[in-house]
């Protein structure tokens, strides 16, 4: 039941000690993971959108750049001009000034006749009337193809403006490479694995993919293509080979093209995933040392608890032992009582006796003889024993509470060697040299002699005990003093050269039932009844004492007046 | 010069005779009483001096026997014989007005002395009582008269 209580006991301190640590740790860890990664996240998601945002503001502009020298020559120029090969070789050789990205520059009829042409081929007098960017430019006015490599294997697009005047339309279509486009779009680098590309909408790459994809390859990874016009998406999605990538899109040339910038999440988040692989190794860490500490400490309060509990235990016994002593006092000294009464009768009976005796002598009724002699030693023998037996019921009742004070002057130069002599032969057969330094200007105390010589042979006893405990039966040395202390004080110290007694224990000497002797030996009664006695005599009991050195007790007295 | 009468009072009846023996052996005149109640009686019809008292009797004890003793014969000492373990109502006896006490198991001898010194203190008392009443028979003859009656 016991034990019970005690593993109760230690589960509910285990349980607070690591729960009150720990769960403000925890949270700390977990909020602070929760903003680091929110902010985390949220820079890089920042960095790739700003990415996205410039990208398309550079190809943005780079198309209407373009777009701007092609309907500046449209306008600058009637037909007639343009349809001149050595106007149209002056346009263009400028053009290239404004422009190295311009490969070649062609005029067209409202028929598709290529009826003008710069660049590095001989093209005029094809006919491109059936072409669908042909088709497409005369309807809209204005055409930007996807990348292709055309009859040359070379990665370009084109841009084809159409004019119309009074009736009569013509076009101008200028090629346009794509290394600008590529590279710029390319050197985008973040971190390890950070890209940028462009798909049209059948997700065919525009410009090659760093992590590999050529130009005019479809794209293997199916890019989500967003809905809104305008405006900037961002979200994640698995490769083929699973791994997570975040993306950011936006939309260029009104919708046909995609910018796409992408970053291993992995690689995004590799801060994120030192920070979590620390948290982890504190949170392993730090939560043993809070859990080992808190079964450290538990078991210490526990042990500690345990060993006052069973001292408190202890003390219960002793105070029954105690109580239950006080009671065979308080019996004997019963007993004692009655024996008196018969002992008074036997006394008198032997008194009478003698008496008798005596009178027949007298009387010459009795002669002298041997008998008469053996019977008169028989009844001095009675008296003898009688006495004896009254004296041990004296000393019973002296022993018992009910004895009575007497205060009367002790001299201690008498009083002190009277019963040094009482424990000498214990002390010489324990092989201890009792040595006395009693001031023969001591003054007399004022005191109950009984009691005092209780004190005296207490501590003579424990003294020897002491003594004995260290040296066995020899070497053992008692020192008795006693002396004038000044202001009408008397001092009388007893000290041994004994094993001492610990600091802890020394604070406890005089309490009632404290004992070092074990179980049975020792009532813990004796010096705290020697301290009350010297109190009642107004004086002072005080000890000093060093672990293997010795004790020494003293005794602080007001001298008698 | 009086003779010392006493008269022993205890519960033990043996000790009574055996004591009043050799009391009377060694020449004084002794009465006994098994209790309190008893003793108080005796006093009334004889003129005792000294009694010897023990403390612890069934019935009346010692204490109050004492106290009815100064109440009624104020002149009578009183020696308390005391079990040691009652020295307490020996001491309460000497406040109560017993002379001496003496502590059980008493030699006879010890208890002559003590009687003899309650004896002489009684007639010191008497004595100057004596001495006194006579003063005042030498004042007023006619107070004296008015005191006896």
């Known amino acids: ?561 | 010069m009086e003779q010392m009468k006493m008269m022993l009072v205890d519960d033990e009846e043996r000790f009574l005779s055996t004591t009043k023996k050799l009391l009377t052996k060694k020449g004084y005149d002794v009465f006994i009483a098994t209790s309190g109640a008893e003793a108080l009686e005796k006093l009334r019809t004889q003129n005792i001096h000294v009694v010897i008292l023990d403390v612890k009797m069934p019935g009346m004890d010692g204490i109050e026997t004492l106290k009815a003793i100064k109440r009624t014969f104020p002149m009578v000492e009183v020696i308390m014989l005391t079990g040691h373990a009652t020295v307490e109502s020996a001491v309460e006896g000497l406040h109560s007005g017993a002379t001496d006490y003496l502590t059980k198991p008493t030699d006879v001898n010890d208890l002559i002395t003590k009687a003899e010194e309650a004896f002489e203190k009684r007639q010191r008392l008497e004595e100057k009582i004596r001495v006194a009443q006579t003063r005042s028979f030498m004042k007023s003859p006619r107070e004296i008269i008015r005191d006896t009656e």
């Open chain 1, 1 to 561: 039941m016991k034990e019970h209580h005690y593993a109760g006991l230690r589960r509910s301190i285990l349980g607070s000690m690591i729960l009150v640590p720990v769960i403000p740790f925890v949270l700390i860890l977990g909020i602070g993971y929760y903003y680091f990664t929110t902010s985390i996240e949220t820079s890089t998601i920042a960095s790739m959108k700003r990415i996205v945002e410039d990208h398309r503001h550079m190809i943005d502009s780079f198309l209407r750049e373009r777009r701007a020298n092609l309907e500046f020559i449209l306008h600058s120029y009637n037909y007639d001009d343009l349809a001149d090969p050595a106007v149209l070789y002056n346009i263009f050789t400028n053009l290239q000034k404004e422009s190295s990205a311009f490969v070649d520059l062609g005029i067209f009829n409202e028929e598709g006749i290529h009826v003008n042409y710069q660049g590095p081929y001989k093209l005029v007098g094809r006919d491109y009337g059936k072409e669908n960017w042909f088709k497409e430019v005369m309807k809209e006015g204005y055409y930007v193809s996807d990348i292709f490599l055309g009859f040359r294997r070379i990665p370009h697009f084109v841009i084809a403006l159409k004019r119309e005047v009074a009736g009569k339309a013509w076009v101008v279509r200028a090629t346009i490479d794509t290394y600008m486009f590529n590279d710029l779009v390319k050197k985008v680098r973040i971190g390890k694995t950070g890209e940028a590309y462009i798909l049209n909408v059948e997700g065919i790459f525009q410009t090659e993919r760093r992590s590999g994809g050529n130009l005019m390859d479809k794209d293997p990874e199916n890019v989500k293509y967003p809905s809104s016009h305008s405006g900037i998406v961002t979200f994640l999605q698995k490769d083929e080979r699973g791994d997570e990538y975040c993306y950011a899109t936006t939309w260029l040339k009104d919708k046909k093209w995609l910018l796409v910038v992408r970053q291993e999440k992995a690689d995004a988040f590799r801060a994120l995933r030192s920070a979590g692989f620390l948290i982890i190794l504190i949170t392993v860490i730090g939560g043993g040392a809070i859990i080992g500490l808190a079964f450290y400490l538990t078991g210490r309060i526990v042990r500690r608890m345990q060993r006052m509990d069973a001292e408190k235990d202890e003390l219960g016994q002793q105070l029954v032992r105690a109580s239950r002593l006080a009671e065979i006092g308080e019996m004997a000294t019963g007993i004692a009582h009655e024996i008196n009464n018969p002992l008074q009768v036997m006394k008198s009976e032997q008194g009478l006796m003698e008496v008798i005796l005596s009178d027949l002598k007298e009387k010459g009724e009795l002669k002298e003889s041997e008998d008469l002699k053996e019977l008169e030693d028989s009844i001095d023998q009675i008296k003898l024993q009688i006495d004896r037996c009254s004296k041990i019921t004296h000393a019973v009742l002296r022993f018992g509470r009910e004895s009575e004070v007497v205060s009367t002057d002790i001299d201690l130069r008498d009083f002190i060697p009277d019963v040094i002599s009482m424990v000498e032969n214990k002390a010489n057969v324990e092989g201890i040299t009792i040595t006395e330094e009693i001031s023969a200007d001591i003054s007399p105390i004022k005191g109950d002699p009984g009691q005092l010589q209780q004190v005296l042979i207490n501590l003579f006893n424990n003294a020897i005990d002491a003594i004995v405990e260290r040296h066995g039966s020899e070497g053992g040395k008692l020192n008795v003093g006693a002396g004038p202390k000044g202001d009408g004080r008397v001092e009388i110290y007893v000290k041994d050269n004994g094993v001492g007694i610990s600091p802890e224990n020394l604070k406890k000497v005089f309490s009632p039932f404290f004992t070092t002797k074990p179980v049975g030996k020792g009532t813990g009664l004796g010096l705290s009844v020697c301290y009350g006695i010297i109190d009642n005599m107004g004086g002072v009991m005080e000890v000093s004492s060093e672990k293997g050195a010795g004790t020494k007790f003293t005794i602080d007295l007001p001298a008698a007046a």
